[in-house]
């Protein structure tokens, strides 16, 4: 098979239609490094993202539309000769009446599939891009949906969620630690992200310094392989208390203080 022939089979392929053996075969070709085949499926995966991401509509190069008729004109059956008299005017409309075969449907499904999907993934893209502009909005007007720390106002009985505003200290500025607070059952969901890999015998601590400056200790994490974590804590009473979170790595679960190898440090806003 020369790459001439793989063109038709680098449509399905972008669209994950392919018979997984051939998708196989077709994989190490491109694994091997051609370049024709390379430059067809970036062209091909580029025309199918553009119309998850756009809002305006978009046009796909006439090469990869005229494939893509080609494939349903001939699954369709559709008579040589009128397609060889150019395309149909409006005036002059043929309708197919015969029945497709159930090779033809599953042929033609699965663009259909897909663009179904595409529409459903551009009206999420849409939808979230609102969202953003609406916080904005809301936003500029003085209001946030960020937690004051310590505001009375934030301590009463609520529901829902609010994200606890953090001013990194110290540690690593690659590190990412968020934190959500569930309001109607005074839980914290703690993500944590860009991990170092920790010694077997040593425990990853996230500690509360609190305005006194005495230390809780709120939870023991694990680290996974990509370098995250995540615990769900259950607030204790005096939470509104805390000034700073550490995050350190610590000899012992049962210590008392934080340890000196501090990962991260931030003031609760």
Same mark, same amino acid.
């Given at each position: 098979m020369n790459c001439e022939d793989r063109k038709d089979l680098l449509m399905d392929y972008a669209l994950g239609q392919l018979d997984p053996l051939v998708q196989t075969e077709?994989?190490?070709h491109l694994e091997e490094g051609c370049e024709a085949c390379g430059r067809e499926l970036?062209?091909?995966?580029?025309?199918?993202?553009?119309? =998850?991401? #756009?809002?305006?509509?978009?046009? +796909?190069?006439? *090469?990869?539309?005229?494939?893509? @008729? $080609?494939?349903?004109? /001939?699954?369709?059956?559709?008579?040589?000769?009128?397609?060889?008299?150019?395309?149909?005017?409006?005036?002059?409309?043929?309708?197919?009446?015969?029945?497709?075969?159930?090779? =033809?449907? #599953?042929?033609?499904?699965?663009? +259909?599939?897909? *663009?179904?999907?595409?529409?459903? @993934? $551009?009206?999420?893209? /849409?939808?979230?891009?609102?969202s953003g502009v609406l916080d904005i909005a809301e936003n500029s007007r003085g209001s946030t949906k960020q937690e004051m720390w310590g505001d009375l106002a934030h301590d009463q009985p609520s529901s829902g969620f609010r994200t606890v505003g953090l001013k990194q200290l110290a540690g690593s500025k690659d590190m990412m630690v968020s934190i959500v607070r569930n309001e109607s059952v005074n839980q914290w969901h703690v993500l944590v992200a860009g991990l170092p890999t920790t010694k077997p015998d040593s425990t990853?601590?996230?500690?509360?310094?609190?305005?006194?400056?005495?230390?809780?200790?709120?939870?023991?994490?694990?680290?996974?392989?990509?370098?995250?974590?995540?615990?769900?804590?259950?607030?204790?009473?005096?939470?509104?208390?805390?000034?700073?979170?550490?995050?350190?790595?610590?000899?012992?679960?049962?210590?008392?203080?934080?340890?000196?190898?501090?990962?991260?440090?931030?003031a609760l806003e």
């Open positions: 077709l994989r190490n970036a062209e091909v995966s580029d025309a199918w993202a553009s119309l =998850a991401i #756009s809002l305006d509509p978009v046009k +796909v190069p006439p *090469a990869i539309t005229e494939r893509l @008729m $080609a494939t349903i004109r /001939s699954d369709k059956n559709l008579d040589a000769q009128d397609l060889s008299a150019g395309p149909l005017s409006k005036d002059h409309v043929v309708l197919d009446t015969s029945t497709p075969s159930p090779s =033809a449907n #599953s042929r033609v499904i699965p663009y +259909v599939i897909a *663009a179904t999907l595409l529409g459903a @993934m $551009a009206a999420v893209v /849409s939808w979230k891009a609102l990853l601590q996230l500690w509360a310094e609190l305005k006194t400056g005495d230390f809780l200790s709120l939870a023991t994490l694990l680290v996974g392989d990509s370098g995250t974590s995540s615990s769900l804590i259950d607030l204790p009473q005096g939470a509104a208390d805390y000034a700073e979170i550490w995050l350190t790595i610590d000899d012992f679960a049962s210590a008392e203080r934080p340890s000196e190898e501090v990962l991260f440090r931030a």
